[in-house]
């Protein structure tokens, strides 16, 4: 049976708060006068009411005895009746009652037609989720909507469990059936044992891609022809969803070969063709990423190569000045013509004669310039086979109209074997740029052709461009697809648009949408121009240079520091795997977790196992070092085991997302925050290089990626993503807030200066999101003009462009479209930022959103230079992800806080670990905190709420991450909900 903790089944609490009980469990007078209407004896009307309560509450009717006393003391106080009656009615009583509940709240019972109706939703909800406990919950809300009385658990789980069963059975047949005798056998064979020579073992198929080097393209190319080999898998997967395909696949991965031959033929053959299906699409993935890496790579080798040239011709480049300058002197004592021939003739023989001296600036010239596309063919030449290899297996398409450069690949791709040194000039490449023009067009006798070699690294280097702005796609891949084909049409847009804007406060239509804000960019600055003209925050100098004052830090009150010594005193020193403990009692955050099939865990004690491997995985040690010091509680296969079979990212995230959820239960995050408020920033971690995530980190330094954390004001992280550190950060910026599915949802979110981009502003602020960064180079950005004829007292050196009206209200249209389609979960913000790029030339959507972003950026800008306390807010928000990131620094200790997993996959899932660690420790700490605060206000201490503001969770004084490893899951700690008040002055210090 599935365990009822993991669905959403109502129960009632064990210890149901005073809120809880004051806001459900109250009856209204009306309620009261019912009961006493249709209950003669004070025995019935107390079980009537704490029926009808719980019924409200639950949606089926408990056993009496499972009624905690606090509800039933708690409605008998309200019902002034003495605490000798009990709730112990006849049962035909309790029948008539249960009959008059239904009839009054208009509640239909648990019956033949009403299970009908819940195994037609959980039927629908099993062909796209896969584990019980979610179908459970798809017909607990099924019959709730309907107003039907939800059945017994086992009902509910066994109808799940059966259906569940019955519709994966049926896929498996379905597939099966599809597959020929010689697709069965090729599936077959992936299960037996083969040499690593094989054409493509199981091994093969899950490994995870490596360093981007040429050597490593070559092998994933013939990887993929191996796969694609199996071509016909998309057409055998047609009825699935990609849910389900999803979920197959990952199953499929978690098992080893022994496992999978163990699984019945039908089910296995699924498990494989999905498998390889979600191979193919990720290896166009890998393909297309390792392809953009090789083009940079020979740009940045050609521009080394350049400096090199120019460094080594140094000495003939001042050599040639130097007769430049001879010849200068000679000119500057004005002598006749004839005269300064003779001297300039003389000057160049005696440095070799015009000739020689000729040849030496030819030499030098091509190297005293930025151009360095002349010197990419030698670096190119090794890649040529491999890139148009590449380029013809993933049949690249253009996401416009615009195919030119498709047009010219095709040409190229015809003219592959050619091996002359021009080529016709039959194409259009109005597209390239002069310094590639100049390379590309020569001229043979009369006639204008094209230099080959010039040609083809001109046109990879723009497909390069164009993937990575998504002018240019990759079909049947997931991140180079046409994102085109996952917006909603206007159509589907156009009945969504007035409720979306109403929820806004925006114009439903173009041009209002446009006045509006015009309305508010005219009127802000004109208030701004009155305050700073009145203010001395802002200084403009007289070349018109503005400058900003700085905000400093306010030193720690004396007090302060007194209350945090203080509260430290009382907190008691814990292990890491302690805290871990605790917080299971109070969350129960286990119960995500399980085999990646949905079943019930069959492992003996699972919760230590889970708690073992979460701190063991999340603190970085492995499995192997973890197990040492366990006193053999636990072995290094144990906690693998566990950590491949019964943990997946989506499991981390869910348990991340309880976590989060318990802490903003309490009160004492108030005093840090709102919690309307985020704050994004990236930490790099170290990996190792052999894979395709890891990039040399200008900024940081060394190779890694880039863990990007979105945590709120109130001190906890919201959600992390993992990103390669040549991304843009700011793509990810508004993805944090969507995914965030926690109690805590801010609707600001601050960053640091990579959130300045004009698109990112348009899609947050569409998105109802205020995007608030730190900027510091904010002078050198652009004010835009609501008119042209606007101007302003004080702040008008500032305005240098006029905001673009027209292209905003042209394109309102593709702006609301994406917008709806990001609302409606069929793209992510980040798809959309990745693809505008101002590198695009084509991409209309790009300029739209830019000519909204600038206006809206302006507004940020005005309000941003004339509100201190704004700025003062940006930073200390954005110092609170800075604090946190040296916080998960120190938690991730082992192995010297380098991640040595290559698997990209596997990479997030560790720093999910990681964040579940931190969001425990987090909350364990702030428990602690609050304690320590209830017991120094008993002792007479006066605790301000402004000292406590000061205060961080980010402890670790009182954590133990070294020693051995051990733990007692039955050790209870206090409640949790003792923890959530704080004492009534604090708390009324906050309510104001």
């Known amino acids: 049976m599935t365990a009822i903790e993991r669905t959403a089944y109502p129960q009632f609490k064990a210890r149901p708060t005073l809120k809880t009980l004051h806001e459900v469990y109250t009856p209204t007078p009306s309620e009261i006068q019912w009961a006493r209407s249709h209950a003669r004896f004070p025995t019935n009307v107390l079980t009537l009411t704490v029926l009808l309560k719980s019924f409200q509450r639950l949606g089926y009717f408990p056993a009496l005895a499972d009624i905690p006393s606090a509800i039933v003391e708690h409605v008998r106080s309200y019902l002034d009746i003495s605490k000798r009656i009990k709730l112990t009615p006849a049962t035909s009583s309790l029948y008539r009652f249960e009959k008059q509940i239904r009839t009054h709240l208009g509640v239909t019972s648990y019956g033949p037609d009403t299970h009908q109706i819940a195994v037609a939703a959980v039927a629908k909800a099993a062909l ?54 010689a697709e069965q056998i090729y599936l077959d064979q992936l299960i037996q044992p083969q040499s690593e020579d094989a054409e493509l073992t199981l091994n093969q198929l899950k490994a995870p891609p490596k360093k981007a080097t040429l050597s490593h393209l070559k092998k994933l190319q013939s990887k993929y022809e191996s796969l694609m080999s199996f071509a016909e898998a998309q057409r055998i997967l047609a009825d699935l969803t990609p849910a389900k395909i999803k979920y197959f696949a990952a199953q499929a991965e978690a098992l080893d070969m022994a496992e999978l031959s163990k699984v019945n033929s039908a089910k296995r053959r699924t498990f494989l063709v999905c498998l390889i299906y979600r191979a193919q699409v990720k290896s166009r993935d890998h393909l297309a990423e390792m392809f953009l890496k090789r083009m940079l790579s020979i740009h940045n080798r050609a521009k080394t190569r350049l400096v090199e040239l120019r460094e080594q011709s140094l000495a003939t480049t001042e050599s040639m000045l130097g007769i430049l300058g001879e010849v200068l002197d000679a000119s500057a004592k004005q002598p006749s013509n ?36 002349p010197l990419m063919w030698s670096f190119y030449v090794p890649h040529r086979k491999s890139i148009f290899r590449l380029v013809r297996s993933l049949g690249i398409q253009s996401t416009s109209q615009d195919r030119s450069l498709i047009t010219a690949l095709n040409f190229l791709l015809e003219h592959e074997d050619r091996r002359g040194q021009y080529l016709p000039a039959e194409l259009d490449l109005g597209f390239i740029s002069s310094q590639w023009r100049k390379l590309v067009y020569a001229h043979d006798g009369d006639k204008t052709v094209l230099v080959r070699r010039q040609l083809e690294v001109c046109l990879f280097s723009y497909l390069a461009t164009e993937l990575k702005t998504g002018d240019a796609c990759v079909p049947g891949s997931e991140n180079y697809a046409d994102f085109r084909e996952q917006l909603l049409s206007w159509q589907e847009c156009q009945p969504l648009l007035e409720q979306y804007c109403q929820e806004l406060k925006i114009p439903s239509t173009a041009s209002g949408f446009v006045q509006h804000l015009k309305d508010q960019l005219t009127q802000l600055a004109q208030e701004v121009d ?135 239960r309490l009160k004492l995050p108030l005093c840090w925050g709102t919690g309307k408020r985020a704050a994004a920033d990236g930490s790099k971690f170290e990996i190792y290089d052999n894979n395709l995530i890891s990039e040399y980190h200008l900024r940081y330094g060394g190779y890694g990626g880039i863990a990007y954390h979105h945590v709120s004001d109130q001190y906890i992280a919201l959600f992390t993503h993992f990103i390669t550190c040549g991304v843009w950060e700011a793509v990810y910026i508004l993805d944090g807030l969507i995914k965030n599915q926690s109690d805590i949802q801010p609707d600001t979110i601050h960053a640091d200066t990579q959130g300045q981009c004009a698109p990112a502003f348009a899609l947050s602020h569409l998105m109802g999101i205020q995007l608030m960064p730190r900027i510091r180079n904010w002078k050198n950005l652009v004010f835009f003009r609501p008119s042209p004829d606007a101007e302003y007292e004080y702040i008008d050196p500032l305005f240098k462009e006029n905001a673009n009206w027209r292209l905003i209200e042209k394109h309102w ?94 990479q997030e899932k560790q720093l999910k670990y990681l964040e579940l660690v931190s969001s425990a420790v987090i909350l364990h700490n702030t428990v602690e905190i609050s304690i320590a605060i209830q017991k120094l206000h008993a002792e007479g201490y006066e605790v301000k709420q402004e000292d406590l503001a000061t205060i961080s969770p980010y402890i670790t004084r009182c954590l133990r991450r070294y020693g051995d490893y051990v733990v007692d899951v039955l050790d209870v700690p206090q409640p949790l909900e003792l923890a959530i008040p704080l004492p009534i002055p604090i708390m009324e210090e906050i309510t104001l």
Not at 603 to 620: A, D, H, M, Q
Not at 827 to 843: D, Q
Not at 864 to 880: A, F, H, M, P
């Open 128 to 181: 796209i989720k896969d584990h019980p406990a979610d179908l459970i919950n798809v017909a607990i809300e099924e019959l709730v909507k309907s107003r039907f009385e939800l059945p017994a658990y086992g009902t509910l789980d066994q109808l799940a469990r059966t259906i569940r069963y019955n519709t994966h059975e049926q896929l498996f047949e379905q597939v099966d059936t599809q597959l020929s005798q």
């Open 338 to 373: 004839a005269t300064l021939g003779k001297q300039v003739q003389g000057i160049l023989n005696a440095h070799g004669g015009a000739q020689a001296l000729l040849e030496q600036c030819q030499q030098v010239s091509p190297y005293n310039t930025k151009n360095h596309f």
């Open 530 to 664: 009155q305050r700073c003209k009145e203010d001395t925050q802002v200084t403009i100098n007289q070349d018109d240079k503005p400058s900003l004052k700085r905000i400093t830090a306010a030193p720690r009150s004396k007090s302060a520091l007194e209350l945090e010594k203080k509260i430290l005193e009382k907190i008691p020193e814990r292990s890491v795997l302690d805290v871990l403990s605790n917080v299971q009692h109070w969350v129960n955050w286990t119960r995500h977790f399980g085999p990646i099939s949905g079943s019930e865990p069959k492992l003996s004690e699972p919760i230590e196992r889970y708690l073992f491997t979460t701190f063991g995985y999340g603190c970085n040690l492995g499995p192997n070092e973890t197990a040492r010091h366990t006193r053999g509680r636990m072995s290094a296969h144990m906690l693998s085991y566990v950590h491949r079979r019964h943990f997946t990212t989506e499991k981390i995230e869910a348990a991340i997302r309880d976590i989060i959820n318990a802490y903003s």
């Open 813 to 906: 249209q593709d702006l609301m479209r994406v917008i709806l389609s990001i609302r409606a979960g069929k793209l992510l913000p980040s798809t959309i930022l990745r693809r505008l790029s101002s590198s695009s030339k084509k991409n209309r959507l790009y300029h739209a959103f830019e000519a909204l972003g600038q206006v809206i950026r302006t507004q940020f800008l005005l309000r941003y230079i004339s509100d201190l306390g704004l700025r003062r807010q940006v930073t200390e928000c954005t110092n609170k992800v800075e604090g946190y990131n040296h916080f998960l620094d120190w938690l991730f200790f082992g192995k010297a806080g380098v991640i040595t997993e290559n698997d990209p996959d596997q």
